[in-house]
T-cell receptor, first 114, second 112 residues
Framework: SAVISQKPSRDICQRGTSLTIQCQVD?????MFWYRQQPGQSLTLIATANQGSEATYESGFVIDKFPISRPNLTFSTLTVSNMSPEDSSIYLC???????????FGPGTRLTVL | QKEVEQNSGPLSVPEGAIASLNCTYS??????FFWYRQYSGKSPELIMS????GDKEDGRFTAQLNKASQYVSLLIRDSQPSDSATYLCAVKGGGSQGNLIFGKGTKLSVKP
């Protein structure tokens, strides 16, 4: 499976600021996704990062709050904008070689908003 | 609303026993089914995938799928303390995107 890295691994941020999380894969992948895992909860899909076009957001998530870029087949970023304590969570990217293949997760970014 | 249901546990089994983890899903059009293992403080790790009815075995793990009953399970034979983790069931529908719907997970504890 692909080797996936995320930066930063963790961060503590102030309310009202923004944080950009990077996801890098060591091989080209068709699909890249961004998930959120709130404390003690399961994973919730934020959006599908589409290469060369706007991301596809799930219900409850909007581009102004979570802008996503995907400039090529190995890299994506997720920005958490105008943060509040409710955004404290683990943010995970995942990849799949093809649409219906297995998804593999990066190590995650643990975000705390004060 | 597509849902995936799991018993949250904790499920406690003695070392060497069989651990049985269950999952039901609401979307009858679901095509692909996955089990992830998540250790505390770590990201989910894919351990099994199953696409057709029946059993699929991989080492000590067996995944079972029954699409008519909308039910998927994971059996762990000869459970070890290192199997103690939260197990997440994930289901992918038949749409054009690769969206996974996750259950809330079952916490497994294997006692030495």
């Amino acid at each position: 499976s692909a080797v996936i890295s995320q930066k930063p691994s963790r961060d503590i941020c102030q309310r009202g600021t923004s944080l950009t999380i990077q996801c890098q894969v060591d091989s080209q992948v068709t699909m890249m996704f961004w998930y959120r895992q709130q404390p003690g909860q399961s994973l919730t899909l934020i959006a599908t990062a589409n290469q060369g076009s706007e991301a596809t957001y799930e219900s409850g998530f909007v581009i102004d709050k979570f802008p996503i870029s995907r400039p090529n087949l190995t890299f994506s970023t997720l920005t958490v904008s105008n943060m509040s304590p409710e955004d404290s969570s683990i943010y995970l990217c995942s990849v799949a070689a093809q649409t219906y293949n297995e998804q593999f997760f990066g190590p995650g970014t643990r975000l705390t908003v004060l | 609303q597509k849902e995936v249901e799991q018993n949250s546990g904790p499920l406690s089994v003695p070392e060497g026993a069989i651990a049985s983890l269950n999952c039901t899903y609401s979307d009858r059009g679901s095509q692909s089914f996955f089990w992830y293992r998540q250790y505390s403080g770590k990201s989910p790790e894919l351990i099994m995938s199953i696409y057709s009815n029946g059993d699929k075995e991989d080492g000590r793990f067996t995944a079972q799928l029954n699409k008519a009953s909308q039910y998927v399970s994971l059996l762990i034979r000869d459970s070890q303390p290192s199997d103690s983790a939260t197990y997440l069931c994930a289901v992918k529908g038949g749409g054009s995107q690769g969206n996974l719907i996750f259950g809330k997970g079952t916490k497994l504890s294997v006692k030495p």
